[in-house]
């Protein structure tokens, strides 16, 4: 059984002077990318898979320091601005003895990536959290007509209205 976060970028600054690829997170962004963090606390990643935009390591490492976790950050050019073939591409290559695997990127590409899954609808807000489950032993059988199953759908604004985190 084979465990896969799949983790959407956190609130970025709009577009100004920096080009979409270096945007930071808002500091509304660091919060839910926190509180992200600690809804799969007790499902520590074996590996992280991220994009290099700087929203998507930004909300990697915050959502990851509240997990207290010291799993190094792969950063992976062919997670940004790409498609779901690549991003299995990137999930293929993990190897077989990683159980929990977190990957972080944009959408429309990681709802897509779910969808294709599941093989049902979802909505992949910004900073959400897909948990999602296969009876597999190795990754890159991941989708090859195995079944997967959403097992846990996190966002931020659901987090803050269902759990008191004592955070505005």
Not at 132 to 151: E, H, K, M, Q
């Amino acid at each position: 059984m084979k465990t896969l976060l799949v983790l959407r970028h956190a609130q970025a600054a709009h577009f100004g002077s920096k080009s979409d690829h270096d945007r930071p997170l808002t500091d509304k962004g660091l919060r839910d990318a926190e509180r992200i963090g600690r809804a799969f606390r007790g499902l520590q990643p074996d590996v992280v898979l991220c994009s290099t935009a700087k929203r998507a390591v930004d909300t990697s490492e915050a959502a990851l320091k509240v997990t207290d976790s010291t799993v190094e950050i792969q950063l992976l050019s062919q997670l940004y601005d790409t498609d779901v073939a690549q991003h299995l591409i990137a999930v293929h290559s993990v190897a077989a003895t990683v159980n929990c695997l977190l990957i972080v990127g944009h959408n429309p590409t990681l709802e897509s990536l779910v969808v294709a899954l599941i093989r049902r609808p979802i909505l992949m807000k910004t900073g959400s959290l897909a948990v999602v489950v296969a009876p597999i032993d190795r990754w890159d059988a991941l989708g090859d007509n195995a079944p997967s199953y959403l097992v846990g759908h996190f966002y931020p604004g659901l987090l803050k209205k269902h759990l008191d985190l004592g955070e505005p």
